[in-house]
């Protein structure tokens, strides 16, 4: 047999599908190898190119092999998508992404640490105790109103409909209603406890981070969205501008150009929804801030925001932004204003 020089592993729980082919591209190794026989098998290989799909455990695998001293590389799975032929299954998966791996302008997914990858789960679990918390607060606001409790928006307004359930003498709310709500606004509370200590060690890992402290000197950029940069751009070297990282990022507008006209369209939405929404948020704070001090440091934007809605600007800002922050990852340093004369 000859030896192998490229694998492409298509990657899932229990049951992986290897496709291995030579210097020439035959085909060497065609086989599917259960959870516990990967790491054996391939340490009995040669050292070689591995490529695979990102998905939930591409990070973890790319590790794992990579400590072995294969070469592996993580590849977008709707960029594999044209290299399988006719029918989909795991063989013909894993031959597609062999193929796709050797081309030479294929894309690839920078692999993530272990520290990168824990940072983001606090950043995703703190989101999704968040909209959880904005559950329940809507929950109780709709069961008290149907009857006839109602309370201002915001925290003063909750605040009087939980004074209302933790109250036993209130007659408005009858006994089995009240057991019902007393069990959201417990819930509630352990929600908001939970969020408030994965937000604490947000902070902690921010504070100990010295290119995360760089970036949020970015007006536009707090400890929130700095932490989520550096946990989802692990190497921001395999952008070779801002503006691939923002369109990664999905802050460039769609094109559909043909015959050298240039025909532009909304914003493409692709890449890491966590990041743009972020982003786009941070802009609008500079925006609300930029009204009260007529944008003194930012003429550009005030002309954009008279002649544009705020949300689309606050887009263009956005994009503004993560070209910035890709500067300072890439480059070091830390954010100047505008005209700022170094000394």
């Not at 085909?27 to 490529?51: N, S, T, Y």
């Not at 402290?213 to 395999?238: F, H, K, M, Q, Y």
């Not at 500079?286 to 001090?293: A, F, L, M, N, Y």
């Amino acid at each position: 047999m000859n030896e192998v020089t490229t694998i492409g592993l298509d990657l899932a729980k229990n049951v992986f599908q290897v496709h291995g082919v030579d210097e020439a591209g035959e085909v060497v190794i065609a086989k599917r190898l259960r959870r516990r026989q990967v790491i054996p098998f391939f340490e009995r290989l040669p050292v070689c190119l591995i490529g695979m799909e990102a998905c939930a455990t591409s990070h973890h695998w790319a590790r794992e092999l990579g400590v072995l001293g294969h070469e592996v590389r993580i590849m977008p799975a709707g960029y594999v998508k044209p290299y399988v032929k006719r029918s989909k299954n795991d063989a013909a998966d894993a031959a597609a992404i062999c193929e796709a791996v050797t081309r030479p302008t294929m894309r690839f997914v920078a692999v993530k640490s272990r520290e990168q990858q824990s940072l983001l789960m606090v950043h995703r679990s703190r989101s999704l105790l968040i909209r959880q918390r904005t559950m329940l607060v809507n929950a109780i606001r709709a069961h008290l109103a149907e009857l006839g409790i109602v309370a201002p928006v915001g925290l003063r307004g909750l605040k009087v409909l939980l004074a209302v359930i933790c109250d036993p003498k209130d007659e408005r709310l009858p006994s089995l209603a009240r057991t019902c709500l007393e069990s959201l606004a417990a819930a509630l509370m352990t929600v908001e406890q939970e969020a408030a200590s994965a937000e604490r060690r947000i902070h902690a890992w921010h504070r100990s981070n010295e290119a995360s402290r760089r970036l949020e000197t970015i007006p536009g950029i707090g400890l929130i969205i700095a932490t989520a940069l550096i946990a989802s751009v692990a190497d921001p070297s395999i952008f070779k501008s801002g503006r691939e990282m923002a369109a990664w990022i999905g802050l460039v507008p769609k094109q559909n150009s043909t015959g050298g006209k240039q025909r532009l369209g909304r914003i493409s939405k692709q890449g890491d929804h966590y990041l743009r929404w972020r982003l786009v948020a941070g802009a609008m704070a500079v925006i609300r801030h930029g009204r009260k001090t007529n944008f003194a440091a930012r003429p550009w934007l005030a002309d954009l925001v008279e002649h544009k809605p705020a949300k689309v600007a606050a887009v263009a800002l956005a994009n503004r932004i993560a070209r910035t922050a890709w500067v300072l990852l890439a480059k070091g340093g830390t954010y100047r204003q505008p005209g700022m004369i170094m000394p």
